[in-house]
T-cell receptor, first 113, second 109 residues
Framework: DADVTQTPRNRITKTGKRIMLECSQT?????MYWYRQDPGLGLRLIYY???????NKGEISDGYSVSRQAQAKFSLSLESAIPNQTALYFC????????????FGPGTRLTVL | TQLLEQSPQFLSIQEGENLTVYCNSSSVFSSLQWYRQEPGEGPVLLVTVVTGGEVKKLKRLTFQFGDARKDSSLHITAAQPGDTGLYLCAGEDDYKLSFGAGTTVTVRA
């Protein structure tokens, strides 16, 4: 079984709809991250959480919110989706401390019409 | 504005040739990580370099961290079709990563 799972894998929605992307991990890591990937822009950090009671904004948090329901679960919400939020979204986890590898999920391809 | 600039953006070479990907920044990082991503999958770590001037070799891949810890390079010797993918560098600062835009490498058989 995959260590980091994301649901759904693909989603098409309409402008103005609320949508939630979910991430679960079995690695026992404290730290979890949400990124979006756009062609030519690489991965950009949306939100991150260093433990269950910790939530921090990343580089591009406007239009997004997150919830850390448990050590293993971190969800990303778009309250009112807009077309420029069409992208590939990745969840990642890492152990606490410096220089640790980030483990990525398989991604969610989101299309907002 | 990208914190880390990767070059080239695209690279297409014949099997057996060598290639180098560059990752440059004006910022100092506590470490530099290289990831490789294949279509439909998330990035996977190749290497982490921590010390300025550090060189790490993984089979045909050689990674170097600049002396000032602002830049890095990835060199692949005798590239194979299995090396095809998107290569991403990421600088670590305050326990977070900033990614470059990536270099798409295609190795033709």
């Amino acid at each position: 079984d995959a260590d980091v799972t994301q649901t759904p894998r693909n989603r098409i929605t309409k402008t103005g709809k609320r949508i939630m992307l979910e991430c679960s991990q079995t690695k026992g890591h404290d730290r979890m991250y949400w990124y979006r990937q756009d062609p030519g822009l690489g991965l950009r950090l949306i939100y991150y959480s260093f433990d269950v009671k910790d939530i921090n904004k990343g580089e591009i948090s406007d239009g997004y919110s997150v919830s850390r329901q448990a050590q293993a679960k971190f969800s990303l919400s778009l309250e009112s989706a807009i077309p420029n939020q069409t992208a590939l979204y990745f969840c990642a986890t890492s152990a606490a401390g410096a220089h640790h590898e980030q483990f990525f999920g398989p991604g969610t391809r989101l299309t907002v019409l | 504005t990208q914190l880390l600039e990767q070059s080239p953006q695209f690279l297409s070479i014949q099997e057996g040739e060598n290639l180098t990907v560059y990752c440059n920044s004006s910022s100092v990082f506590s470490s530099l990580q290289w990831y490789r991503q294949e279509p439909g999958e998330g990035p996977v770590l190749l290497v982490t370099v921590v010390t300025g001037g550090e060189v790490k070799k993984l089979k045909r891949l050689t990674f170097q961290f600049g002396d000032a810890r602002k830049d890095s390079s990835l060199h692949i010797t005798a590239a194979q079709p299995g090396d095809t993918g998107l290569y991403l560098c990421a600088g670590e600062d305050d326990y977070k990563l900033s990614f470059g835009a990536g270099t798409t490498v295609t190795v033709r058989a």
